[in-house]
C-alpha cells in the first residue's frame, strides 16, 4: 500500500525558544503519526508538518465501538438516589437509558456529590 504523504507549511516568527517548542511539538505529534520539521526559506523559519493522508482519513471517519443505542437521560444526583431507593436501581437504570452496569459504575463513581449536582 503506497504511502499519500500531504505537507502544511506553517510561517514561523522567530523566537529565542523556537527550536525548544518545535522539539516538544515533535515529540507530541510523533503520536499522532505526523513528521514535524523546521524547514528555511528564504531566510524566513516554516513549521513543516507531513503526514499520511489515507491513513488519517480512515481514522478519522471510522465508526470506533459499539454504536448506542439511546441518548443517555440527564438527572440531578438526587432524583437518581431517591429513584434508586423507590424503584430499585434497574428501573433507575432504565429511566437513564444506561445499562444496569453502566449504572452502578457512575453510581459510584458520583457518590456524595451534592443533591443538585448532575449525575454523569
Partial sequence: ?????????????P????????????ELASV????????IYDGVPFLSVRYDFKHTESI??????R???????????GDVCALRWKKGAKAAAEELNMS??????RYDENYGKGKEEMFS
Fill in 15 to 26: 523566537s529565542d525558544q523556537l527550536g525548544e517548542k518545535i522539539q516538544v511539538f515533535k
Fill in 32 to 39: 499522532a503519526g505526523l513528521l514535524v520539521y523546521l524547514d
Fill in 100 to 105: 444496569l452496569s453502566t449504572f452502578y459504575r
Fill in 67 to 77: 454504536p448506542r443505542k439511546r441518548e443517555a437521560k440527564a438527572m440531578a444526583w
Fill in 60 to 65: 478519522r471517519t471510522r465508526n470506533a465501538g
Fill in 1 to 13: 500500500m503506497p504511502i499519500e504523504f500531504k505537507e502544511m507549511l506553517l510561517e514561523l516568527v
